[in-house]
């Protein structure tokens, strides 16, 4: 049986730089994802499987220090810093935040090579990717779960009967926790259509969903609506 590939996701925006890495990480056999900026970076981590995440501190959209504490939120994979920056207290600043080893541009690749190496041998035999890869596919909030592979919901450890389009809502709106959504793009992203007037057709679903997971709909924990703006599922 082949051995699957170890999968390294690169985030800079210098292309340059994103270039020549993945191509020096290709010939140790590893596979490469690229990224521009933060929300490039995390909008993949989303849908591919990535072990190990080498990433720029100065960035636009959002900067590497942002990304970082977001991806933390999500994965306990290992992230490798880079920065121009040589002062001791960024180095500590983006250790402090949750990153597993800090390079200082301009870098020798060998040594990259080498802690990216280090790295990996790390997460793979602690068996972190291990419980990875449960969390990968369940994705929790407080005494909400949702096991994507089993297209199943549970509150408390009480199993929840969903609509396919209450499944589709509650999966979008927990794989962007914390996020605040419109009427208009949850419509958009669930129904793969045009948004046109569909405020009471979202807002009808949400009540359900909200009857099925919260004890007090009146004040609930979890699907929360941002008066004026729309709807997000708290993180807890």
């Not at 993945?22 to 981590?45: Q, S």
């Not at 600043?93 to 800090?102: H, I, K, N, T």
Request: proline share 2%; aromatic share 6%; with cysteine.
């Amino acid at each position: 049986m082949e051995k699957e590939r170890q999968v390294i996701l690169v985030v800079d925006d210098d292309r340059e730089i994103v270039k020549v890495l993945g191509k020096l990480l290709e010939l140790e056999g590893y596979e490469v994802h690229a990224a521009c900026n933060g929300m490039d970076a995390l909008e993949i981590l989303t849908g591919e499987k990535i072990h190990l995440i080498i990433l720029d501190v100065m960035m636009p959209k959002l900067d590497g220090l942002s990304t970082l504490m977001e991806i933390r939120r999500r994965r306990n994979i290992p992230v490798i810093m880079l920065s121009a920056k040589t002062e001791e207290s960024d180095k500590v600043l983006g250790l402090s935040m949750g990153a597993d080893d800090y390079v200082s541009k301009p870098f020798q690749t060998a040594e990259l090579m080498a802690r990216v190496r280090s790295q990996l041998r790390r997460y793979m035999t602690l068996g972190d990717v291990q419980k990875q890869e449960h969390a990968d596919h369940v994705l929790t909030t407080g005494g909400l779960s949702l096991d994507l592979n089993g297209k199943e919901l549970r509150v408390d450890g009480e199993k929840v009967r969903l609509t396919a389009t209450e499944y589709k809502i509650t999966e979008f709106l927990m794989r962007h926790m914390g996020q605040v959504f419109s009427a208009e793009e949850i419509y958009s992203r669930v129904w793969n259509e045009d948004a046109y007037a569909v405020e009471n057709t979202v807002m009808v679903h949400i009540r359900r969903i909200r009857e099925k997971i919260e004890i007090d709909t009146k004040n609930p924990k979890y699907l929360k609506v941002v008066w004026g703006i729309g709807y997000k599922m708290e993180k807890i």
